[in-house]
């Protein structure tokens, strides 16, 4: 009888909350969003926004002109955080990068030079990809890190002019070269003199985030910053 009782309770459970967690896959319960509370808790983090020099500023060393960067978690094979990127950018679970984005956005607060940033400017997509996908992935983190820094996102200071290969299986250097003159900026005089934060997902060479970064630098005065959800230190 109570092997029958749990059986109809699991039943209904899948019905009024039919969705998984999008890290473990285990069944979400009441109050809980896209992440249950055992991997929220267990997430993680690389804490770098407390260390002016950490893994991810050294990793950009002599790449581009950056102040400081950090990166909300560590990116660790076949892990959570993997399968959550994963749902992100190729499962059309859009809702993950906003919830990841807020939590991230919770920490940065707390910590400068990122609470002072003027504008948060996620990495854009070329149209292309756009449309196919449906949203810019680095869009939604940022729209969930505005949220809880109540900086606003430029989606109009960078755009993407090229649409590349995916990086996915290039080596470092055909990353490099994959990225070179992508990027372009808007040069409208309200983006002059003001404290630019990039948001990406997962930092790996760092190619895209340099390139960004150099065509940010072109515009007088700016200071550029960086906030990845996740860092993989290959």
């Given at each position: 009888?109570?092997?029958?009782?749990?059986?109809?309770?699991?039943?209904?459970?899948?019905?009024?909350?039919?969705?998984?967690?999008?890290?473990?896959?285990?069944n979400l319960i009441k109050g809980e969003g896209v992440i249950c509370t055992y991997c929220k808790i267990?997430?993680?983090?690389?804490?770098?926004?407390?260390?002016?020099?950490?893994?991810?500023?050294?990793?950009?060393?002599?790449?581009?002109?950056?102040?400081?960067?950090?990166?909300?978690?560590?990116?660790?094979?076949?892990?959570?955080?993997?399968?959550?990127?994963?749902?992100?950018?190729?499962?059309?679970?859009?809702?993950?990068?906003?919830?990841?984005?807020?939590?991230?956005?919770?920490?940065?607060?707390?910590?400068?030079?990122?609470?002072s940033a003027d504008f948060l400017v996620p990495v854009p997509l070329h149209s292309a990809r756009f449309?196919?996908?449906?949203?810019?992935?680095?869009?939604?983190?940022?729209?969930?890190?505005?949220?809880?820094?109540?900086?606003?996102?430029?989606?109009?200071?960078?755009?993407?002019?090229v649409e590349t290969q995916t990086q996915t299986r290039k080596h470092r250097y055909e990353r490099f070269?994959?990225?070179?003159?992508?990027?372009?900026?808007?040069?409208?005089?309200?983006?002059?003199?003001?404290?630019?934060?990039?948001?990406?997902?997962?930092?790996?060479?760092?190619?895209?985030?340099?390139?960004?970064?150099?065509?940010?630098?072109?515009?007088?005065?700016?200071?550029?910053?960086?906030?990845?959800?996740?860092?993989?230190?290959?």
């Amino acid at each position: 009888m109570l092997e029958k009782l749990q059986q109809y309770s699991t039943a209904f459970g899948n019905i009024v909350f039919p969705n998984g967690c999008f890290m473990c896959d285990r069944n979400l319960i009441k109050g809980e969003g896209v992440i249950c509370t055992y991997c929220k808790i267990s997430l993680p983090k690389t804490h770098f926004q407390i260390i002016e020099e950490n893994a991810v500023i050294k990793h950009l060393w002599g790449k581009a002109n950056i102040v400081a960067a950090t990166a909300f978690l560590h990116f660790i094979k076949g892990s959570g955080v993997q399968e959550a990127i994963h749902q992100l950018k190729y499962k059309g679970k859009k809702q993950v990068g906003v919830v990841l984005g807020e939590w991230f956005g919770y920490d940065l607060i707390q910590s400068e030079p990122y609470a002072s940033a003027d504008f948060l400017v996620p990495v854009p997509l070329h149209s292309a990809r756009f449309h196919s996908r449906g949203y810019n992935q680095s869009e939604m983190i940022a729209n969930g890190m505005s949220k809880a820094m109540n900086i606003p996102v430029e989606k109009s200071l960078l755009q993407r002019g090229v649409e590349t290969q995916t990086q996915t299986r290039k080596h470092r250097y055909e990353r490099f070269e994959n990225m070179k003159d992508v990027f372009l900026h808007n040069d409208d005089e309200k983006f002059h003199n003001k404290k630019y934060l990039i948001i990406d997902d997962v930092l790996t060479t760092g190619s895209t985030i340099a390139a960004c970064a150099e065509v940010l630098n072109l515009l007088p005065g700016a200071k550029v910053m960086v906030a990845t959800l996740a860092f993989a230190n290959k």
